[in-house]
């Protein structure tokens, strides 16, 4: 297959540039396909890690990519992370349902969804209780629960935001105090916030990066040697 210009251009930077790369281009033009040949180009020598945007592309790509590369998801990742400071940790995709469910066990069924949906934004926003620990996430403010619930549009009622807000805020504060569990946020919310260790890698490769959120963001960050 001939490469066009730019593919030629991607490649070299990748093999000799000193940067960040952002390739932009239509759906089916070749883009996680020239990630691809941009890996198997890197020296043996250097770490390489391939983030793929869900688990079957990752045991694909994984077959296909030299092995000095890692490939996974980013939850995959994150997973990875917290087993190594917290090895006993156990996964429980219920756990914010059921802190908010002890916490508040008169409220309706709905209001609880809505509220957990509030949570699980926040965690992707970088929202968060640190223990008094600097880190580079977001204050969990009000103005900031807010936006979260305009900008998503969650079915709460305008009367009702505040104390969707609290109930949000303080199962977050709680969520952070567990953690034995995990669930599918905190896979990649913990490792950020508590700034747990992660492997270094000299590239990281990152297919579907338009679709990342805030938090992600953060987490691949962390990968990065340089």
Not at 43 to 67: D, G, Y
Not at 102 to 115: A, D
Not at 164 to 181: G, P, V
Not at 207 to 220: A, C, K, T, Y
Request: net charge negative; proline share 3%.
């Amino acid at each position: 297959m001939e490469l066009s210009h730019y593919q030629h251009a991607i490649l070299d930077e990748v093999r000799s540039g000193s940067t960040n790369i952002l390739v932009k281009a239509l759906a089916g033009a070749g883009k996680t396909q020239i990630l691809e040949w941009a890996v198997q180009t890197l020296p043996q020598k250097m770490s390489v890690a391939f983030m793929a945007f869900s688990k079957a592309i990752a045991e694909t790509l994984s077959e296909r990519m030299p092995e000095h590369c890692q490939t996974s998801t980013i939850n995959s990742a994150g997973y990875q992370a917290c087993r190594m400071t917290l090895p006993f940790a156990r996964f429980d995709q219920g756990k914010v349902h059921k802190l908010l469910v002890e916490m508040y066990p008169n409220v309706s069924r709905n209001f609880l969804y809505q509220v957990k949906r509030l949570v699980s934004l926040g965690k992707a926003y970088g929202y968060g209780y640190h223990s008094g620990r600097q880190h580079p996430l977001e204050a969990a403010t009000a103005e900031r629960w807010s936006y979260l619930l305009m900008r998503h549009a969650l079915d709460i009622d305008a009367e009702d935001e505040e104390e969707a807000i609290e109930m949000a805020d303080n199962a977050l504060w709680e969520n952070n105090q567990h953690l034995e569990t995990l669930d599918y946020d905190d896979q990649v919310y913990f490792p950020v916030i508590f700034n747990y260790r992660t492997p270094k890698y000299d590239f990281v490769g990152l297919d579907e990066g338009q679709d990342l959120n805030v938090l992600q963001r953060w987490f691949v960050k962390k990968l990065i040697s340089r």
